[in-house]
């Protein structure tokens, strides 16, 4: 068998034992040499991939799951005739009576009010507020919505304990999740009927005399030759095959030899039109699946039932040798393979690996207590001797890499780590290496010493790169990425980077900043808010630390979602397209999504998403610039105090204004004013400070008239780089469907409409702007238009027109001129022509924006306007 071709993972498999090694995961005695074993397909601890967990034929059907059948089991095809028939056998009694199937077992929820604000989703991540229901379920906790929709519990409602104690809604409710109105209603024999894991029906149609036949004769010719083909030299069946479009793999002699029996009876298929790659049988796809790449990132995905085929060839010198190779020169068998009607129309489901993402969990608050930075490099904690080794570095380039591969055809989600170390006290040299799923514990590691042998560690570290890549270390500054092989992460390295993460408490600074301002200093250069954020993008925080990304690489990934946007927009059929560049995306940057696929990036929705990931990403970069400054500046002058650094890092003059002052009162009745009817969550205005970038007043657009007070909202980790370099523009490698009309910097009127993008959670801080934004002539927009590059001559601004605006009457003039939009909201006259709910304001020149005041807000998602 060994065959892993096509994106199916089969939940059984079946084969021949290849040596008595293996012991039976049942009953636990040996399995011997050439009997029928089966096996349970669960997702290995080890690597990123199925692994066969084996049983004797006996023992395996206590573990066997109703809707079993033929297509499940991998490796079907290519045993004997008989033991195809003993497990239809075994497959029908189970389809017959499914009490005879393994029935999993259970755990009861439990339902009850929260008892305080403190736990947290364990899907969806966000606090269950106090005195709302909480289903509390195998240790975990969810929000209601949050465990049913999941499906995790399918049993009735009765049986949950704590249900009676719930509010008659809330237990209609739970209810309508479980669908007890109508499937509980069903008769006990009509459920039966409609349940069943992976069959397409129940009751799948059995094949006629004539179709048993064929698959009986079928199966025949391949085990005769197969039995001959035993009898070759490898050097043989290596001839044989790269005589026919085919080629010797590494997945074992009986996955070679399955191949070349495929060729010789059916006949070697011809090219694939679309790639020109070679086709192979799969046994898991139940069919032929390209071989070929449509590109570095991605491997074809043509698959057909019979390809066409050409005539297999036998040299002349091996067809003397071996006698029975003659009467297959040019000679097919069949006529096509011939599937069973139940391999034909069974679905396909793969196994479930979720209890993998709670273990990462566990692990990766370990891990963060263990992890060192040495020499600007963390030596992975996983390696045995990470406490008295560092990265060796030569010539300032460390030795160490991080590769990714991603798939979100197949599933794929692959990384493996390789580090040169060398001992803090000794000239001892090791080489570590680590692989596994992104996000998750499985997977493994090793160390390999080479005591005082470093010739032989770079040797052995430069060998594995290049089977990895299929790229010379020496020339990494000039990485190709090649099919089936990993691609390289582009890392910054900083040898004088202390990596601490140091907490900074306001309270004990002896800085003479005010204790609001110091408070926001804390916030926003907290490195630990910095790593949440990358969790909430789903990213490996452990894998690719906070910082380490290259802003080459982030605008690499701003470019890919570019191409990617092209595809949306132009409505291409081609899916293969759509594929490959979201695996090179994912490769780019990898994502932490536990034992899920990797989605497609098909619609403007993820795309607009991703985009603003990386828009973070690229404003944190900033933020994590500024702190490993502020620590190398502690290493050469420790006397100032480190609020007093990051603040003159800023190069922004920050002032707290008063609660009584004039300008505090018009900016919360503006806060007041201007929230939208649908956004259901309350804004409080905390405190406001008066803020001054220098640069700002230098370059602002002075001569452009109509200056407006306007709302700019963001995430909290973005404002180190906003208050220090000023709000920017995107690059011009990001999308522009990222951005509703173009790549520009947007403003609101409306509080809550700019508040949507702080990114807060309940009850959490958010942070704002207001502006003083140079609109000038506007020109106005009825619906989104993202080809908008710059305003039409004769404009300065562009104003997506929404349905809802403060109203005209309220706007307030401030002593400069400047106009505050502080009227309450209201519906527009000509509302039924906008496609926008509220204003955007937008300008495509950041010296038409000059920052007058920072607010601070808390966020009440609780509470309904």
Not at 495 to 514: N, Q, T, W
Not at 804 to 825: E, Q, R
Request: hydrophobic content about 30%.
């Amino acid at each position: 068998m060994g065959d892993d071709e096509g994106n199916r993972q089969l939940p059984y498999g079946a084969e021949y034992a290849k040596s008595s090694r293996a012991s039976c995961k049942g009953c636990k005695d040996t399995i011997d040499k050439g009997a029928l074993r089966m096996s349970l397909r669960t997702q290995s601890r080890f690597f990123d991939g199925l692994q066969d967990n084996w049983f004797h034929f006996d023992c395996f059907w206590g573990r066997a799951k109703s809707g079993i059948n033929e297509a499940t089991i991998r490796g079907f095809g290519w045993l004997k005739w008989e033991d195809q028939e003993k497990i239809r056998a075994r497959c029908k009694m189970i389809e017959d009576n499914p009490n005879l199937a393994a029935t999993p077992k259970t755990a009861t929820p439990k339902v009850e009010y929260a008892k305080s604000g403190a736990g947290r989703c364990f899907k969806c991540k966000e606090k269950v507020p106090k005195g709302d229901p909480r289903v509390t379920f195998k240790a975990s906790n969810y929000h209601v919505p949050c465990f049913f929709e999941d499906k995790l519990y399918t049993d009735s409602a009765e049986k949950i304990i704590g249900f009676d104690n719930l509010k008659e809604d809330e237990q209609t409710t739970i209810k309508e999740y479980l669908g007890e109105n109508e499937e509980k209603n069903k008769p006990e024999k009509r459920r039966a009927q409609d349940e069943g894991e992976g069959s397409s029906k129940k009751k799948s149609k059995e094949e006629t005399k004539e179709e048993r036949e064929k698959l009986k004769a079928q199966t025949k010719i391949l085990w005769e030759l197969l039995e001959q083909l035993r009898t070759l030299p490898k050097d043989a069946i290596v001839a044989l095959l790269q005589k026919n479009n085919g080629v010797y793999t590494k997945h074992g002699v009986e996955a070679n030899l399955e191949q070349l029996a495929d060729k010789m009876v059916f006949g070697p298929p011809t090219s694939c039109r679309n790639c020109g790659g070679n086709f192979r049988y799969s046994e898991s796809a139940h069919g032929y699946t390209c071989t070929g790449n449509i590109s570095e990132y991605t491997k074809c995905q043509t698959f057909v039932r019979n390809p066409e085929r050409t005539y297999f060839k036998v040299p002349k010198e091996l067809r003397e040798e071996y006698p029975f190779l003659k009467d297959y020169h040019k000679t097919p068998k069949l006529d096509g393979r011939f599937y069973s009607t139940v391999v034909r129309e069974t679905k396909i489901q793969a196994p479930s690996h979720s209890k993998h993402e709670k273990q990462f969990e566990r692990r990766l608050a370990e891990e963060e207590k263990k992890r060192q930075v040495k020499n600007g490099c963390v030596v992975d904690p996983e390696c045995e001797y990470a406490e008295e080794t560092h990265v060796y570095v030569e010539k300032k380039r460390p030795w160490q890499a991080l590769l990714s591969a991603a798939d979100a055809a197949s599933g794929k989600n692959s990384y493996y780590k390789l580090q040169l170390l060398k001992h803090d006290r000794h000239p001892h040299y090791y080489v570590f290496r680590s692989w596994g799923r992104v996000g998750t514990t499985i997977g493994g590691n090793k160390t390999e010493s080479f005591h005082e042998d470093l010739d032989a560690a770079k040797h052995s570290f430069e060998t594995l790169f290049v089977e990895k890549t299929r790229n010379e270390w020496s020339k990494r500054d000039k990485f190709q990425k090649h099919p089936r092989g990993m691609d390289l992460v582009e890392m910054d390295f900083d040898d004088r980077a202390s990596g601490r993460k140091v907490a900074l408490v306001p309270e004990k600074s002896k800085s003479k900043l005010d204790m609001p301002i110091k408070e926001i200093i804390s916030i926003f250069f907290d490195t630990k808010l910095m790593d949440a954020a990358l969790v909430e993008f789903d990213l490996d925080v452990e894998k690719m630390p906070l910082g380490k990304l290259s802003h080459k690489h982030l605008l690499n990934a701003h470019s890919v979602l570019s191409q990617l946007e092209d595809l949306i927009i132009n409505g291409t059929e081609n899916k293969s397209a759509l594929l490959d560049l979201s695996n090179k995306f994912f490769t780019l940057i990898p994502h932490a999504v536990g034992m899920q696929k990797l989605p497609i990036i098909d619609n403007m929705d993820l795309l607009k998403s991703k985009t603003e990931m990386l828009d973070s990403l690229l404003e944190m970069e900033v933020a994590y610039k500024m702190v490993k400054q502020e620590q190398k500046d502690e290493e050469n002058d420790g006397d100032i105090d480190p609020f007093d650094r990051y603040y003159s890092s800023l190069n922004c003059d920050v002032a707290v204004l008063k609660d009584d002052d004039e300008e505090v009162k018009m900016i919360k009745t503006y806060a007041k004013n201007t929230h939208g009817k649908t956004h259901n969550f309350k804004i409080d205005v905390k405190q406001v400070f008066k803020v001054n970038r220098r640069d700002e007043n230098e370059h602002f657009r002075t001569d452009i008239p109509n200056h407006q007070l306007l709302w700019h909202g963001s995430r909290v980790t973005n404002f180190a780089g906003i208050l220090s370099q000023g709000l920017r523009i995107a690059p011009p490698e990001a999308p522009v469907n990222g951005y509703m009309f173009g790549k520009g910097v947007y403003f609101a009127d409306m509080i809550s409409k700019s508040a949507q993008y702080c990114g807060s959670t309940n009850k959490a801080d958010g942070f704002l702007l207001l502006c003083e934004v140079a609109l000038g002539e506007i020109q106005e927009e009825k619906a989104a238009n993202t080809e908008i590059k710059k305003p039409k001559k004769g404009y300065h601004s562009v104003k997506g027109l929404g349905g809802t605006a403060p109203d005209p009457k309220g706007t307030i003039s401030l002593p400069d001129g400047v106009k505050v939009p502080c009227g309450k909201g209201k519906t527009m006259s000509k509302s039924q022509d906008y496609h926008l709910l509220y204003n955007e304001y937008i300008v495509y020149d950041v010296n038409q924006i000059k920052m007058r005041y920072l607010v601070r807000a808390e966020m009440n998602y609780d509470y309904s306007v």
